[in-house]
T-cell receptor, first 115, second 112 residues
Framework: DARVTQTPRHKVTEMGQEVTMRCQPI?????VFWYRQTMMQGLELLAY????????DSGMPKDRFSAEMPDATLATLKIQPSEPRDSAVYFC?????????????FGPGTRLTVL | AQKITQTQPGMFVQEKEAVTLDCTYD???????LFWYKQPSSGEMIFLIY??????QNATEGRYSLNFQKARKSANLVISASQLGDSAMYFC?????????FGAGTTVTVRA
């Protein structure tokens, strides 16, 4: 049963620290997404990659957030420096572009708490 | 932003009964997709079912079926034979290309 995996599942850190979240997309998928979920804002798209190329990061605070795909099996989301307002659940999702609107399969999420 | 409306914030359903979750959406696009995702208390986001805007038949996936009425811009989810494990938040989602728009969600609680 192919699944998106994310590490860590939970992270508690102090303001100003660097946070790195990792995602392994489903093998064979060519799109990767990073989302942030909060009670106030719901789900927000932070970044979108297709074939490892970043195509949309307009939802990401540029000054402190960065997203990369070093290879097809790993996507990373970094926050440096972290702030309490970054506390949220961060989801990675992957999909396969075959035309039209493609189904996105979500990982279990990383619950981040910044103190 | 094109809006997704889920008018039922919370619902209770008896085990083994069917439940219908309402969803309406705005769109000016001809080609789009509609999804339902389930988010249990554990927090994961689980894909349930997909309907393409050009699909003539309503999508079904096991106990899930999507009642798609394109002219009314409606995409209701029907869960048949509810189980205790169906207790969760359910999101109606409209997709256009790679962008997903989520409704506010409906919390379903299944009673034994």
């Amino acid at each position: 049963d192919a699944r998106v995996t994310q590490t860590p599942r939970h992270k508690v850190t102090e303001m100003g620290q660097e946070v790195t979240m990792r995602c392994q997309p489903i093998l064979g998928h060519n799109t990767v997404f990073w989302y942030r979920q909060t009670m106030m804002q719901g789900l927000e798209l932070l970044a979108y990659f297709r074939n490892r190329a970043p195509l949309d990061d307009s939802g990401m605070p540029k000054d402190r957030f960065s997203a990369e795909m070093p290879d097809a099996t790993l996507a990373t989301l970094k926050i440096q420096p972290s702030e309490p307002r970054d506390s949220a659940v961060y989801f990675c999702a992957s999909g396969l572009v075959v035309g039209g609107t493609d189904t996105q399969y979500f990982g279990p999420g990383t619950r981040l708490t910044v103190l | 932003a094109q809006k997704i409306t889920q008018t039922q914030p919370g619902m209770f359903v008896q085990e083994k009964e069917a439940v219908t979750l309402d969803c309406t959406y705005d769109t000016s696009d001809q080609s789009y997709g509609l999804f339902w995702y389930k988010q249990p208390s554990s927090g994961e986001m689980i894909f349930l079912i997909y309907q393409g805007s050009y699909d003539e038949q309503n999508a079904t996936e096991g106990r899930y079926s999507l009642n798609f009425q394109k002219a009314r811009k409606s995409a209701n989810l029907v869960i048949s034979a509810s189980q205790l494990g169906d207790s969760a938040m359910y999101f109606c989602v409209r997709g256009r290309d790679y962008k997903l728009s989520f409704g506010a969600g409906t919390t379903v609680t299944v009673r034994a």
